[in-house]
């Protein structure tokens, strides 16, 4: 049943309580299991992994790591129409990719040069979920900002079906893309197996990558083993609609993120009473039990609400959008306009759609190259800059109390110790 609310006397503090998420990867429960099973992945590697996956898949794959001759032959499969909307979204999330990639820099003044490099992850592990279905468009929308950005080697993980193989789709976009090191192992096990290393699957740099509660949970736990991405658990969308928006349209963007089950949220914001009460009739079937719908005061209150919410989506449908999208921070993506519904960015319309959930939009970003990437600062001071800054240098580390970082800077001046500022900030050496 759709759950309605009337928000227009409540506080963006006040409605986000109403609109609680569950506690999903944050709770003891599923923290703790995840903890375990991460723990006991690092500890006895594959026989680990492969007791999991029969636990949690029913299946054993023998060899875990797929065959590149299947990732070929799945390819050469693909029917040539599908094949074609693959390439589309492809060469749109790469061309998006290209322009956010971040470039090296320096500068030099006085003779102290400064700078930063710029360099790419040598090697990445990429999650693509399984459970309610395949997800070919999350595999590219993953590894295309990795390529972009100059990843040396790919590892991807994907829960194997009933008859224990990898979806043939998935497979077919790895070849697409060039990608032969595919596992068929998915959950908390593959995050730790990606983490921490087994006989079969190599330890990756960073792990990124949607999932359900329990892998969000295992990156959180594997967090500083290797890097993670921002928290991409259940999906969300926040619609803010006005009169004008088409009620049919409207409800089919509620319905189509309620669609992932599992926790998802879908949420309309929208000052018209009549809107509403046009659109709740159209919503039906389990995923309208996932759907909030909120009459807020007017717009202005409607993107307060969602700023304090964070969503993972927003989608702005209103004449006034423009001013709308000015005012709409804490979103992962925003889609403006009655003719961009959200799936035009679930399917390649350029930004990857691995975006954060939770409430993680208020301080995370989608996922990108800079993901993929590591900068490197660097300096480098002539005799002359030295000695231009070195005193200032050799005065503060005294305030501080670090006298060899004075003298290290001193005994290039040509001097040892020297007068400067106490513990006290009266007087020392």
Known sequence: MVRKLDAREMSPGELVGRLRRPEGFLSEKVRA????????????????????????????PDPVRV?????????????????????????????????????????????????QRVRPLRRAGLYVPGGHGAYPSTLLMSAVPAQVAGVEEVCVCVPPGPDGR??????????????????????????GAMAHGTESIPAVNKVVGPGNDYVVAAKIEVFGVVGIDAPQGPSEVVVIADAGAFPERVAFDLLAQAEHLSGASAILLSPNAGLIEEVEPLLSGKPA???????????????????????????????????????????????????????????????????????????????????????????????????????????????????NHAQSVGVRLGRSGGDGPGENGVGGG
């Open 289 to 403: 039990e996932l759907i909030t719908l909120v009459r807020v005061r007017d717009l202005r209150h409607a993107v307060a609400l969602s700023n304090a919410y964070a969503p993972e989506h927003a989608h702005v449908v209103s004449e006034d959008h423009e001013a709308v999208l000015n005012d709409l921070r804490e979103a992962g993506m925003v889609a403006v306009g009655d003719g961009t519904p959200i799936a035009l960015g679930d399917y390649g319309a350029g930004p990857s759609h691995a975006l954060p959930t939770g409430g993680a939009a208020a301080w995370a970003s989608a996922l990108g190259t800079h993901d993929f990437t590591a900068r490197t600062n660097y300096i480098h001071f002539s005799r002359e800059a030295l000695k231009d800054f070195g005193p200032h240098v050799e005065r503060l580390a005294r305030l501080e109390g670090f006298e």
């Open 67 to 115: 065959p590149a001759e299947e990732i070929a032959r799945t390819r050469a499969s693909l029917p040539p129409e599908i094949e074609e909307s693959f390439e589309v979204a492809i060469e749109n999330v790469r061309s998006f990719h290209k322009r956010e990639l971040d470039r090296g820099w320096e500068t030099s003044r006085v003779g102290a040069t400064t700078g």
């Open 166 to 191: 990898v979806s043939g789709w998935v497979l077919a976009v790895a070849g697409l893309l060039g990608l032969d090191e595919v596992y068929a192992v998915g959950g908390a096990q593959a995050v």
């Open 33 to 60: 299991a995840s903890r375990g099973i991460v723990a006991d992945v690092r500890d006895r590697g594959d026989a680990a992994l492969l007791d999991y996956t029969e636990r949690f898949d029913g299946v054993r």
